[in-house]
């Protein structure tokens, strides 16, 4: 029978990445939340900007899911059931813009 300590709730580096890792990963996030501010103030807009503020967003989706979520190592099940969820949410929102357009 196998037991469980409190070591064996603390996951090594490997698993969930090193704290340096994580500082530039949110050094970035901050960064792209810093651009997103940035195009809203200065009152871009039209598909492109659309666009260019979508991936800023899918990315900072996928670093959160992956890295904050430590779902990089999990089974693939995990990060692609959460990946596919965002993916899904993006698809709608842009279809509900690009018919916005169209109206």
Not at 2 to 20: E, I, N
Not at 60 to 76: E, Q, T
Request: glycine content about 10%.
């Amino acid at each position: 029978m196998q037991t469980r300590d409190s070591s064996a709730h603390a996951l090594p580096h490997s698993d969930h990445g090193t704290p340096l890792r994580a500082t530039v990963i949110w050094v970035v996030l901050i960064a792209a939340t810093i651009v997103t501010w940035s195009v809203g103030e200065s009152g871009a807009s039209g598909p492109a900007i659309v666009g260019l503020l979508f991936a800023i967003a899918f990315g900072k989706g996928a670093m959160i899911i992956l890295d904050y979520m430590a779902l990089r190592r999990a089974p693939l099940m995990w990060p692609l059931l959460a990946l596919g969820w965002m993916t899904l949410v993006c698809a709608l929102i842009g279809i509900a813009y690009w018919k916005g357009l169209a109206a």
